[in-house]
């Protein structure tokens, strides 16, 4: 048997299993710096993702410092304000106009057992407002991410795209580094392009916080479930 197709050790499958299977998206991080050599590296390693005649679709803009927190906060700026806010809309529809079941079931789930942990009932909506508007901060992350996408290209390009964002967030979770992949940066998407200078023939596709987890954070104690593998898969012999 050729080396090629030799099973891995146990050890290796172990290793990419846990870095799969730990990956969560985390709403509270540390305030540690995340080297920009080792933000290089997992670029570089979730850049090996397939995309269709290997076209890779993505674009990354990398923000730190100054320029993270001015982007911030000029989003909280249009956020904050009702009458600005609702001129704002996303470029693309992330989610269903008409929600069903079983997915309105589970969307209503994971942000009731969120608030929950924060102590926000459903009551509270300017604690809910502020919740959400923790997304505009990445979560204090040290590093946001935001990502585009030409927009001469079609579907089979976003779905490549997912692969690209699956494997930031795998090759983060190997270095012991975590992340919050974010559509709430969608339809503020007008202001990103003008404090980052974005091309037209640019789209926003997401952002992402990235950066060490606090611990301490009970938001982060949030544990989102997945359904048996029975639920959703048929085996055909």
Not at 12 to 29: C, G, W
Not at 50 to 78: C, D, E, F, H, M
């Amino acid at each position: 048997m050729s080396s090629s197709n030799a099973s891995p050790p146990v050890e290796y499958q172990n290793l990419v299993d846990a870095a799969i299977t730990s990956r969560r998206s985390v709403r509270a991080f540390l305030p540690t710096t995340v080297p920009n050599e080792e933000i290089r590296q997992i670029l570089s390693t979730a850049a090996r993702a397939p995309s269709g005649t290997n076209i890779q679709p993505w674009r990354v803009y990398v923000l730190t410092g100054s320029r993270l927190k001015q982007l911030s906060g000029a989003i909280l700026s249009a956020y904050n304000d009702p009458e600005i806010a609702k001129t704002h809309a996303e470029e693309y529809p992330y989610y269903p106009k008409e929600w069903v079941s079983p997915y309105l079931e589970r969307r209503r789930k994971i942000g009731w057992d969120l608030y929950g942990l924060l102590g926000i009932t459903r009551e509270d909506k300017d604690k809910m407002h502020r919740q959400h508007g923790r997304n505009y901060v990445f979560f204090d992350a040290p590093v946001g991410l935001i990502f585009s996408i030409d927009r001469v290209l079609e579907q089979g390009s976003w779905l490549d795209y997912g692969m690209f964002l699956q494997s930031i967030m795998v090759a983060a979770r190997g270095r012991g580094l975590d992340t919050c992949p974010q559509a709430a940066f969608n339809p503020f998407q007008r202001v990103i392009r003008e404090q980052l200078r974005m091309p037209e023939n640019e789209a926003l596709v997401c952002g992402m916080a990235l950066g060490y987890s606090d611990p301490d954070a009970i938001e982060n104690h949030l544990t989102t479930e997945r359904e048996s593998i029975d639920v959703w898969t048929t085996f055909l012999d």
